[in-house]
């Protein structure tokens, strides 16, 4: 089943290391965008977090955010170091924003560390052992995320069912009415010729000939029969466990071809109102199907 492009991914783990917190939410976008907010000194990270998201989405714009308290990242082995002036800068700040504005909270460690680039690669040890726990949790946040959009996606898919279900009896009913189009025009023609003719007699090899000219201008046979195989394509589609979001989007250019040739070959009012019909609901589908990957 096709998945929606929205969703929101939460993990968390809280030990003696501290408190670790990975978020990812998911909006509509044309192409993968990923954006990442990770405390500075866990930037050498940032490579291993955006391959990750690039093996599991494919649409969307990816917004990632990882919190860790200063314990977990100053944990033993993990080769970071604190930016001392940067630190004292800080701390000159905020004291001066106490004094300024009159302030009586005190200047705290939490309130320090909350600073996440005051945080430094010292050059020793690595990185290690500090992914494998934000994968752990990366890898939860997504499979949240996930969860997410397939339940959207599914919620998505039983509309445009519904919608491309109802352009399909539109199409049906074109399908039946040029019969009648045909009839009528002959009706018409015959009616005016012997109006023009009076008592002469009237050439009816001629006027069938007439009347085979415009069904033959009027048929819309091959229009139909690609819409209603676009349409085979578009169920398939929603079926399918696969990005198929921008193939939908040109599926719907392709329908929306067919129906302005199917409405510019009748000369009939009808149909030109069920082709509004078809347009309009091939609009909305358009609009809620870019909302799939």
């Given at each position: 089943?096709?998945?929606?492009?929205?969703?929101?991914?939460?993990?968390?783990?809280?030990?003696?290391?501290?408190?670790?917190?990975?978020?990812?939410?998911?909006?509509?976008?044309?192409?993968?965008?990923t954006?990442?907010?990770?405390?500075?000194?866990?930037?050498?990270?940032?490579?291993?977090?955006?391959?990750?998201?690039?093996?599991?989405?494919?649409?969307?714009?990816?917004?990632?955010?990882?919190?860790?308290d200063?314990?977990?990242?100053?944990?033993?082995?993990?080769?970071?170091?604190?930016?001392?002036?940067?630190?004292?800068?800080?701390?000159?700040?905020?004291?001066?924003?106490?004094?300024?504005?009159?302030?009586?909270?005190?200047?705290?460690?939490?309130?320090?560390?909350?600073?996440?680039?005051?945080?430094?690669?010292?050059?020793?040890?690595?990185?290690?052992?500090?992914?494998?726990?934000i994968?752990?949790?990366?890898?939860?946040?997504?499979?949240?995320?996930t969860?997410?959009?397939?339940?959207?996606?599914?919620?998505?898919?039983?509309?445009?069912?519904?919608?491309?279900?109802?352009?399909?009896?539109?199409?049906?009913?074109?399908?039946?009415?040029?019969?009648?189009?045909?009839?009528?025009?002959?009706?018409?023609?015959?009616?005016?010729?012997?109006?023009?003719?009076?008592?002469?007699?009237?050439?009816?090899s001629?006027?069938?000939?007439?009347?085979?000219?415009?069904?033959?201008?009027?048929?819309?046979?091959?229009?139909?029969?690609?819409?209603?195989?676009?349409?085979?394509?578009?169920?398939?589609?929603?079926?399918?466990?696969?990005?198929?979001?921008?193939?939908?989007?040109?599926?719907?250019?392709?329908?929306?071809?067919?129906?302005?040739?199917?409405?510019?070959k009748?000369?009939?009012?009808?149909?030109?109102?069920?082709?509004?019909?078809?347009?309009?609901?091939?609009?909305?589908?358009?609009?809620?199907?870019?909302?799939?990957?």
């Amino acid at each position: 089943m096709a998945k929606s492009m929205t969703g929101y991914g939460r993990a968390e783990s809280l030990s003696e290391g501290g408190k670790i917190l990975v978020e990812i939410k998911s909006l509509n976008h044309r192409y993968l965008e990923t954006s990442l907010r990770l405390p500075g000194a866990l930037s050498p990270l940032e490579l291993e977090v955006r391959k990750k998201i690039n093996a599991c989405f494919s649409r969307g714009k990816i917004e990632v955010a990882v919190r860790a308290d200063a314990n977990f990242i100053l944990g033993k082995g993990s080769g970071l170091d604190l930016n001392v002036p940067l630190l004292r800068d800080y701390y000159a700040l905020l004291c001066r924003m106490k004094a300024e504005l009159n302030l009586k909270d005190d200047i705290t460690l939490a309130m320090m560390t909350s600073f996440e680039d005051i945080f430094v690669s010292s050059g020793e040890g690595d990185l290690t052992d500090v992914w494998q726990k934000i994968e752990a949790l990366l890898d939860e946040a997504i499979a949240a995320l996930t969860l997410m959009r397939e339940r959207e996606g599914a919620v998505l898919c039983r509309d445009l069912v519904e919608r491309i279900s109802m352009v399909r009896q539109l199409l049906d009913s074109i399908d039946c009415r040029l019969p009648q189009v045909i009839a009528a025009y002959q009706k018409r023609l015959t009616e005016r010729v012997k109006e023009l003719m009076g008592d002469a007699a009237i050439d009816e090899s001629r006027l069938m000939q007439e009347v085979a000219m415009m069904a033959e201008k009027s048929d819309t046979t091959e229009e139909i029969v690609r819409f209603r195989s676009h349409i085979g394509q578009f169920a398939d589609m929603l079926r399918s466990n696969e990005a198929v979001g921008r193939k939908i989007d040109f599926l719907i250019q392709e329908m929306g071809r067919e129906a302005n040739t199917i409405g510019s070959k009748s000369n009939d009012a009808e149909i030109s109102r069920i082709v509004i019909e078809i347009k309009s609901e091939l609009a909305r589908i358009r609009e809620q199907g870019q909302n799939l990957e």
